[in-house]
Structure formats: C-alpha cells, structure tokens
C-alpha cells in the first residue's frame, strides 16, 4: 500500500471541498481499502464521510429515499423495502457476506470497481487501470466476463446486484458537489466501454452520491431477483435476473426487467418488457420473452454458455415472480 493522507469530515462541505481538491470518499471501504492493498488504487489522501448525515431510510408517498451511507443490511431489513420492493431486499443478501453487507455502503456498492482478474492483477494489461494498456481478458480467461454492452476496450462485467435491481426499477441518484446538486436516473449513471474503459460512471471529479431514489409502482410488490453463480456463498454472479410483473385480469399489464452478471452495466431489457405486455402469464409467454434476452451478445472462447444461461434465468425468475401472492 502506497501513503495517502487521510482527513474525517466534520460536515458536507468539508467532505465536498476535500474531494474537489483531489482526495478520495471512503465509507465502509470495503472495495477500496482492498484495492489499495493491492496497489490497484493509489490514491493520495482520503476523506472519511460516515460522519454526514446520509444514513437515513425515509418513506415516502410512493418512493424510498435512501441514504448513500445507509449500510447494504440495513436497507435489505427494512420492512417498508422488504413489504414494497422485496427484489431490492433479496438482490442484498445475495451480494456479500453478513460481515460486508455490514460494513458496506449503499453508495459504495453502486460504485464498486470490477472483479475482473486482469484488472487486480497489475502485471497485466487493463485499460480500466491503465487507459491504452490492452485488455488481457479478451484472450485471456474470461469465463465470468461480459457478453453485452462490450468493445475493444474491456469485456469486464459490473459486479453490483444491487444496481442491477434499481436499474430495472427506474431509481435515480441524488449527487452533490461544490457547484450544488443533480438527480442523475441510475441507468445514466454507468457507463458501457464504448470509447475508453477507465471512465466508469458519469459522475464528475469530486461529486458524492448522498442518496437513492426508489419509485414504488405497481409491478415492485411483485418482484424478485435470482442470482446464478458456481457456488452458493461470496460468489458473483454468472448470470442474475431482477424482474417485476403487474399482473391484472389475466394479463401481465407492465413489466420490468434487468439482468446482471453479463453485461459491462447493469442491463435492462426493453425487448423482454414488450414481449410480456398485455400477453397471459404462461410458460409460452416467458418462453418467447425470454428468448430475446440475449440479443445482441458477443460472446467470446470462455463465456458461450452465457447465452443460454442468460435466457433460461430470465425464463426461470419470470414464472417465480409470476406465482407470487
């Protein structure tokens, strides 16, 4: 680990003015103390923000407000968000161990770095660490990596399940710096490595996300999201589906659905939306939706079978969520 400087904020602007003169947010820490070890990150001062006060879950008439500092178990247990949104809740528990969802933030989750093993190697070409380096896994072991929304650049996938659940839900996150505040809809917050790779999300230097905005519509009640992954435990994922269905007089009426663990963002499917609209609830149905899931993909030597898998898990988690009281 290289030295950095490292300063507790008092108050947001302390915190904001730091970040503006370069220094990085630290929360739970649990990515970027890790990275740093590693030597991945090397980053020259820090400014700890648990102090500010966006730890608060805040009910409101038809959305959730979250804090950015809220801790992923906190917002999992909440009983608003596990009665209205149960997705969101089963899309926590899947991401960590109890210790990290402890420890880590909901703004940090989103922000999280790849798992990608060239990118943690730092003898290895990458161009999210190293912009113009290469990218190792292209003819590397990419097994686990992306077979949508990749380029040239990097075939990396996003590792949050949580963003995965928001993106299909239409969240939007609230991001503050020195010039003030903007609302920024979740799926314009990350960026697919179409022209460079190390530039991950829209956020500008310095700008903190101090909150999540969930609507609450009438497909979350009936929601639900499944992870595929090589074993039970700590593990991310092959392919995961996060989908919410209303359902009324026979028909689905609206539908919403993301998937995870496949594309370089978390990936919503307008394609599979429209193909369940206003059509029965059925095998047939999910079948045929569930079959454009995939389009689109660039599979590679490693990750073939994340076609299918894809589909099948889109299939799989649209007759649960279906079934559901």
């Known amino acids: 680990m290289f030295p950095f400087r490292y300063a507790k904020a008092a108050d947001e602007q302390s915190a904001l003015r730091a970040a503006a003169a370069g220094a990085r947010f630290i929360a739970g820490g649990t990515m970027l103390v890790d990275l740093m070890r590693e030597t991945v990150e090397r980053p020259d001062a820090l400014v700890d923000i648990n102090a500010l006060p966006y730890s608060s879950i805040d009910v409101q008439p038809g959305k959730i407000y979250a804090g950015s500092l809220v801790r992923m178990s906190d917002l999992a247990a909440h009983p608003v968000v596990r009665q209205?949104?149960?997705?969101?809740?089963?899309?926590?528990?899947?991401?960590?161990?109890?210790?990290?969802?402890?420890?880590?933030?909901?703004?940090?989750?989103?922000?999280?770095?790849t798992r990608c093993l060239y990118f943690r190697d730092v003898s290895a070409a990458c161009n999210r660490r190293i912009p113009g380096a290469g990218c190792s896994a292209i003819e590397g072991r990419n097994?686990?990596?992306?077979?949508?929304?990749?380029?040239?650049?990097?075939?990396?996938?996003?590792p949050s399940d949580l963003a995965v659940a928001l993106v299909a839900l239409d969240a939007v996150v609230v991001a503050r710096d020195t010039s003030g505040e903007r609302r920024i809809p979740l799926a314009d917050l990350f960026r697919r490595?179409?022209?460079?790779?190390?530039?991950?999300?829209n956020l500008r230097p310095g700008e903190l996300i101090v909150a999540i905005e969930v609507p609450v519509g009438p497909e979350a009640r009936r929601s639900g999201y499944v992870k595929v992954r090589d074993r039970a435990s700590?593990?991310?994922?092959?392919?995961?589906?996060?989908?919410?269905?209303?359902?009324?007089?026979?028909?689905?009426?609206?539908?919403?659905?993301?998937?995870?663990?496949?594309?370089?963002?978390?990936?919503?499917?307008p394609a599979v939306e429209g193909a369940l609209r206003g059509r029965p609830p059925n095998a047939d149905v999910f079948r045929g939706a569930a079959a454009l899931a995939a389009d689109g993909a660039k599979p590679l030597h490693e990750n073939g079978f994340k076609v299918e898998l894809l589909k099948r898990t889109v299939e799989r988690q649209l007759a649960t969520v279906a079934t559901m009281p």
């Not at 210790?99 to 770095?113: C, E, F, P, T, V």
């Not at 040239?152 to 996938?157: E, V």
């Not at 991310?236 to 989908?243: E, G, I, R, T």
């Open 234 to 269: 700590y593990e991310f994922a092959l392919a995961s589906a996060a989908v919410a269905l209303d359902i009324g007089a026979g028909i689905i009426r609206s539908a919403r659905v993301a998937v995870g663990g496949v594309g370089t963002v978390p990936w919503r499917l």
């Open 193 to 201: 490595p179409v022209d460079s790779a190390h530039q991950e999300h």
């Open 143 to 158: 097994r686990t990596h992306a077979i949508l929304g990749t380029s040239q650049h990097c075939i990396a996938t996003h």
């Open 84 to 113: 209205q949104i149960p997705m969101i809740g089963q899309a926590l528990e899947l991401s960590a161990s109890a210790q990290l969802r402890n420890m880590a933030s909901i703004g940090g989750n989103l922000l999280q770095r």
